[in-house]
């Protein structure tokens, strides 16, 4: 069965420090999407990718860089990882207009 | 920007009774969809609403979004334990469904049954 996963599901690391999160994806959707979700906030959009080679901000940006370079994964960094990092992380993807996205399990992360 | 507002935050009901969440939209809404998470697990879709005066039914879970189609709600019928979890709605912020999948969120509502 298709599926989307992320890994790892959780990680503790240190502020300053580089981060990234894995999302592969076998639907071949094109388009891919990465959220934090924090209490009192709901679910964010931090970037987003409509195809290979393409990137787009979300709603919160700041801090996260994230590459298309296979239609499959869509990896999110973090540039120095800060407190306010901390959050569970979902990433999801869609086949294309009106269509539902599927979500991955997510990874918790917690900057210390 | 568009923003989604659900009520309740929270919701705590005995095993078997109804029940009913709403998402309240700022703009109209082209495109609603209604998804289940469990907490410290992903998002589950539920059903997705995009035509005005729309109503469609999964089991003992039924979604409608009305005809100004700025509001929409998800009711529970005869709710189970497994009803519990976290109900969110999101919207497609663009005419069309144009935004190819890229969701707007409600901060969601936290369902607790008890049996």
């Known amino acids: 069965d298709a599926e989307i996963t992320q890994s790892p599901r959780h990680k503790i690391t240190e502020t300053g420090r580089q981060v990234t999160l894995a999302c592969h994806q076998t639907?071949?959707?094109?388009?891919m999407f990465w959220y934090r979700q924090d209490l009192g906030h709901g679910l964010r959009l931090i970037h987003y990718?409509?195809?290979?080679?393409?990137?787009n901000k979300g709603e919160v940006s700041d801090g996260y860089s994230v590459s298309r370079s296979n239609t499959e994964d869509l990896p999110l960094t973090l540039e120095s990882a800060a407190s306010s990092q901390t959050s569970v992380y979902f990433c999801?993807?869609?086949?294309?207009?009106?269509?539902?996205?599927?979500f991955g399990q997510g990874t918790r992360l917690t900057v210390v | 920007s568009q923003e989604l507002e659900q009520s309740p935050q929270s919701l705590i009901v005995q095993e078997g009774k109804n029940l009913t969440i709403n998402c309240t939209s700022s703009?109209?809404?082209?495109?609603l969809y209604w998804y289940k998470q469990k907490y410290g697990e992903g998002l589950i879709f539920l059903m997705m609403?995009?035509?005005?005066?729309e109503e469609k039914s999964h089991e003992k879970i039924t979604a409608k979004l009305d005809e100004k189609k700025q509001q929409s709600s998800l009711h529970i019928t005869a709710s189970q334990p497994s009803h519990a979890g976290i109900y969110l709605c999101?919207?497609?912020?663009?005419?069309?469904?144009?935004?190819?999948?890229?969701?707007?969120f409600g901060q969601g509502t936290i369902l607790t049954v008890h049996p």
């Open positions: 990718s409509y195809g290979v080679q393409d990137t």
């Open positions: 639907w071949n959707h094109n388009n």
């Open positions: 999101g919207a497609d912020p663009w005419a069309g469904g144009t935004s190819y999948g890229k969701l707007t």
């Open positions: 703009k109209t809404l082209y495109g």
């Open positions: 609403l995009q035509k005005g005066g």
């Open positions: 999801a993807s869609a086949r294309g207009a009106d269509t539902e996205a599927f």
